[in-house]
């Protein structure tokens, strides 16, 4: 669906600006998410990027509040041809937006949980969906900003495959089977929870591309 609207909308410069907008936003949450992943691998220290990252955050939500309003006045201007267009952007910038969140969910782990990862058994599979979620967000912005169907379905598929891991790992962990201190079975927990729902808004973004209107942002179910 998302290939015909893109398509209708050419040569209308309001929209078009808005989806380079997404991409920004998209390109400020992968920032973010490389950024928090830097503190989790001990990388950095927290406090060298924490007022760097909180302020893109800022950013990412200045430019949902940007786009919301622009959507809103570009339909107020009697252009209700470009709603299905419309109701897609603005379930777009929401994911994006919430991204960012989760991101400072990351970002907080590795600020707050000082010891180490380690037990192997959720130490590399954490490494592993950390690795795997990187290359998705600009998978997921080519799929979006392109309207590319096949690479849209590629993500959903991985983000799908993702969440079941995390899934499983949390199932895992709250089963009480392990003798993990409490601190980092927690940390475990915070982490497979935020990688989760990093992939599913990645996942929901590229459903825009490949769902109708009425199935957009239900990836989870």
């Known amino acids: 669906m998302l290939r015909e609207i ?14 380079l907008e997404i991409g920004k936003m998209l390109q400020a949450g992968r920032w973010m998410f490389d ?43 009697g252009n209700q041809s470009d709603l299905a267009a419309c109701l897609i952007i603005m379930s777009v910038v929401k994911d994006a937006e919430r991204i960012g969140d989760y991101c400072k969910n990351l970002f907080e782990v590795g600020k707050f949980y000082n010891r180490e990862y380690s037990h192997a058994q959720y130490a590399r599979p954490m490494e592993d969906i950390r690795a795997a979620v990187d290359p998705l967000f600009e998978k997921t912005e080519k799929a979006f900003l392109e309207a590319d169907r096949s690479l849209a379905r590629r993500v959903i598929d991985t983000a799908g495959s993702l969440r079941h891991t995390c899934d499983l790992l949390v199932q895992q962990l709250l089963s009480g089977s392990d003798d993990l201190a409490p601190d980092e079975a927690v940390a475990y927990v915070l982490l497979a929870r935020s990688y989760k729902r990093v992939v599913a808004h990645l996942g929901n973004i590229a459903s825009g591309v490949v769902s109708p209107v009425s199935m957009i942002d239900y990836l989870d179910e």
Do not use: C, P
């Not at 893109?6 to 989806?19: C, H």
């Open 35 to 77: 950024q928090a992943s830097e503190v989790l691998l001990r990388k950095v220290d927290w406090e060298s990027i924490s007022d760097k990252l909180y302020e893109r955050d800022r950013e990412i939500n200045q430019i949902e509040q940007s786009v919301r309003e622009r959507i809103l006045t570009h339909l107020s201007m």
């Open 6 to 19: 893109l398509n209708a909308l050419k040569g209308k410069d309001t929209l078009d600006e808005i989806f």
